[in-house]
Structures are given as C-alpha cells and as structure tokens.
Nanobody, 124 residues
Framework: QVQLVESGGGLVEYGGSLRLSCTAS????????MDWYRQAPAKERELVAA???????YYVESVKGRFTISRVNAMNTVYLRMNSLKPEDTAVYYC??????????????????WGQGTQVTVSS
C-alpha cells in the first residue's frame, strides 16, 4: 500500500515563507500526478498546485507568483514552496499522489493516495 508522509507546516507571520514536503513510499511503479490541496475551516478542499510527470504544472490563481511546486522523481517527493504568505493561506494542506503500484499484485495497478495533512497558519 502506498503511503504519503507530509512535513513542513507551522505558524508563520504575514509575508513569511514555508516549504512543505511529501514523500511517497511503497511498491511504487510509476508516479503521474503530484498535487497539493488545502482546506480552510468551513470551506471545500481546493487544488492549490499540481505537477505532472511531463513537467507541466498548474497553480490556482490566488497563489500564482507566490507558491512553487517541484518534485524529485527519484525520491518520490513533491515540495510546495510558499512565499509571501497571507492569512487567507491558512488551511490544512494535503498532498495527493496518483500513479501505479504493485501492492502485492503481479502487475502494477493505479493508486490514489492522500497525505495526513499539515496545518499552515499565517498570522496577520
């Protein structure tokens, strides 16, 4: 079974920076999508940034120019560098990874895994 471990959240002042990391482990054969979502209190979970195996990336409009998503494929790790943080960035951040894995099967099968979430709090 594929597992994700996140780290890097915390409390930061307005304008500060944080870097989140998420590492996938297990019988992974390939990884396609490596994405970051966030969920603020009383709000729906939203896609913040995404990166694909072909190197393309996507950012929600509200974080463009401030957040940078990157990945190290050899380490099955995705990062989210967050600069110029604002109070409205306060949320629990989740990584989501999709790919294929063996998981005791003879052939790789698709997986869709979520991290445990890490709290990011930006004070004004």
């Amino acid at each position: 079974q594929v597992q994700l471990v996140e780290s890097g959240g915390g409390l930061v002042e307005y304008g500060g920076s944080l870097r989140l990391s998420c590492t996938a482990s297990g019988s992974i054969f390939s990884i396609d999508n490596m994405d970051w979502y966030r969920q603020a209190p009383a709000k729906e979970r939203e896609l913040v940034a995404a990166t694909r195996a072909d190197g393309t990336s996507y950012y929600v409009e509200s974080v463009k120019g401030r957040f940078t998503i990157s990945r190290v494929n050899a380490m099955n790790t995705v990062y989210l560098r967050m600069n110029s943080l604002k109070p409205e960035d306060t949320a629990v951040y989740y990584c989501n990874v999709k790919g294929t894995a063996y998981n005791a099967y003879p052939q790789p099968r698709p997986f869709d895994a979520w991290g445990q979430g890490t709290q990011v709090t930006v004070s004004s």
